[in-house]
């Protein structure tokens, strides 16, 4: 194993010289659990944790190393190393639901390419595959459209889906395949390049493990082997998130990855929002809650049956949420802010203290 067929590029190298961390080993991060982290280098793999001034300094879980990661290491021992730098990160895969502590948690770095994985017998929705746009292009990854289960309709239902999207969605690559005859398959590993790293994202059951474990082969089994190592009884994750494809493209998949279009509901229930938010505009006022207001266009329609009930709970659920969200990031900015002015007053008091 080299670190080119793990996703290294000259462009990497320049920053770690350009960041001086040439007396560092350097590795990608395979698996993470609980600030517990799994290294892969030139030499092999590393349980590894990071040093207590990166943790000391770190302001929030991207300052953290996510699976996908370069970071800069010192062995310490045959299997154990020390982090002590995140090389920048070209993308970063967050996760756009909300947790409890409001805090942005980080899937993965690092992906050129998001496979965004439609099965068209069912779960075939343009809405959705434009929600997964969205989040590709905030994130700086790469879209790819692949339909998967072909095998389950005609030939012309097929070209009909494709149309449809490539009617509403330019300019990205639209792939049909079917896990069960590999039909369409040459044409994906076409398109997969040696050395770039892909994630799936997609609904549950729409084919995404059928679909890694097909590309991966003998690979994922050698790379998914429960690991030995223990370090001074830690245990770690054995499960590796990062998979060298047969191809040499590199694959992410990790739980993190499900929770990405925020949860899947009911079928349907996307284009029933863009009804609710587009009926929003006709509120009486400019500001309605949806709530008891008088004029309020999507009570109105939640009452005359237009909208179903369920869905409008759900719309309510998800902007709740939203402003949670947004109220908790805020007010989390300024308790940070509040804490650093204490910790410098702190510091400037300790010294003239220390002064005395
Ligand atoms: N007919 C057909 N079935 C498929 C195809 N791809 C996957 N399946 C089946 O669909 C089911 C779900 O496939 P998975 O690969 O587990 O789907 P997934 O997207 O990984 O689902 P989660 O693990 O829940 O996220 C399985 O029973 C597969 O055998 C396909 O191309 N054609
Ligand atoms: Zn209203």
Redesign the pocket.
């Known amino acids: 194993m080299n670190l080119t067929d793990l996703g290294y590029t000259d462009q990497i190298e320049a920053t770690r010289k350009e960041l001086q961390l040439e007396q560092f080993g350097i590795g990608r991060i395979v698996a993470e659990h609980k600030e517990r982290y799994i290294v892969r280098t030139a030499d092999g793999e590393y349980e590894a944790e990071i040093t207590g001034n990166m943790r000391f300094t770190a302001q929030g879980r991207e300052d953290f190393p996510a699976v996908g990661d370069w970071v800069a290491l010192t062995p310490y021992d045959a299997d154990f190393a020390i982090i002590h730098q995140i090389l920048p990160r070209s993308s970063v895969l967050k996760r756009q639901a909300v947790s409890h502590s409001g805090e942005v948690q980080i899937i993965a770095a690092n992906i050129d390419y998001a496979f965004l994985?439609q099965?068209v017998?069912r779960d075939f929705n343009l809405n959705r595959l434009e929600r997964y746009l969205t989040i590709c292009y905030s994130s700086n990854v790469s879209p790819i459209i692949v339909l998967?289960?072909?095998?389950?309709i005609d030939e012309q239902r097929i070209t009909e889906i494709q149309d449809s999207i490539t009617h509403r969605i330019k300019e990205v690559p639209v792939l049909a395949?079917?896990?069960?005859?590999h039909d369409g398959y040459e044409a994906l590993n076409n398109v997969i390049e040696k050395g770039k790293t892909y994630c799936?994202l997609?609904?549950?059951?729409?084919?995404?493990?059928?679909?890694?474990?097909n590309l991966s082969g003998q690979n994922r089994m050698k790379t998914d082997v429960i690991s030995e190592s223990t370090h001074k009884g830690r245990h770690v994750t054995s499960h590796r998130e990062l998979t060298i494809l047969e191809n040499g493209g590199i694959l992410i998949d990790n739980p993190g990855m499900?929770e990405v279009g925020i949860a899947d509901t009911a079928s349907g229930l996307e284009t029933t929002f863009d009804e609710i938010i587009s009926l929003a505009q006709q509120c009486r006022f400019k500001d309605c809650t949806h709530t008891t207001e008088a004029g309020c266009a999507i009570l109105e329609a939640v009452e005359k049956g237009e909208i179903d009930e369920q869905a409008y709970e759900n719309y309510m659920k998800m902007e709740r949420e939203k402003s949670h969200f947004e109220s908790t990031v805020a007010e989390r900015r300024k308790r940070d802010k509040q804490f650093g002015k204490f910790l410098k007053n702190y510091k400037k008091k300790d010294i003239k203290n220390r002064e005395k």
Request: hydrophobic share 30%.
């Open positions: 994985v099965a017998d998967t289960k072909t095998d389950l395949i079917s896990n069960e005859t799936l997609g609904s549950s059951g729409v084919g995404k493990s059928t679909l890694l474990n499900r």
